[in-house]
């Protein structure tokens, strides 16, 4: 199974202060690296119809970034956060974002993350690229000459 971050990793990405996340992995021990294991998986899980999970590096770092907003609201629950606190409506509402960014990687065709598909599917892109549908000619002589050797052709 995948970890897309270390709880050193996380410590840097999170909003979490430092003393914060050494005072959960000493009263805790290996539980800060449990769930980063299984939010790694989940997003590999909800991910691995489409892409090629999991995934490498340079692609990961949209991905760490997801882990990290996914486990904040648990890592400050399960340290001690008062809920009327409000940090915790900042934290709900990371998570809503990470949740429907989560989605969206998922199932979605036209988005904002290009991520590699899978080897068997028959694109070389998470995004669909629209199809040229204009031409540019370079002069305003040219359309004329290219019309004009067009009806030659046809006629002879």
């Known amino acids: 199974m995948s970890q897309y971050l270390t709880p050193e990793e996380y410590a840097l990405l999170t909003i979490m202060p430092q003393n914060g996340v050494d005072e959960l992995m ?13 939010y790694s ?3 590999d899980a909800r991910l691995a119809k489409r892409y090629a999970t999991p995934f490498a590096a340079p692609v990961i770092a949209p991905i760490k970034l997801l882990l990290t907003r996914l486990v904040d609201p648990i890592a400050y629950t399960k340290r001690g956060v008062d809920t009327s606190d409000a940090q915790q409506d900042r934290l709900d509402a990371l998570y809503k974002q ?8 998922a199932d979605c065709e036209v988005g904002k ?3 590699p598909l899978r080897a068997d599917l028959p694109n070389i892109s998470g995004l669909k ?8 000619e370079n002069t305003a002589y ?4 290219r019309q ?9």
């Open 26 to 38: 000493t009263q805790y021990p290996g539980w800060l690296d449990a769930m980063l294991v299984s």
């Open 41 to 43: 998986g989940m997003i």
């Open 113 to 115: 993350y290009d991520l």
């Open 148 to 156: 004009l050797e067009k009806a030659i052709l046809r006629r002879g």
């Open 142 to 145: 040219e359309w004329p000459r």
């Open 98 to 105: 990470a949740e429907l960014d989560l989605a969206e990687m």
């Open 129 to 136: 690229q629209p199809a040229v549908l204009t031409r540019y």
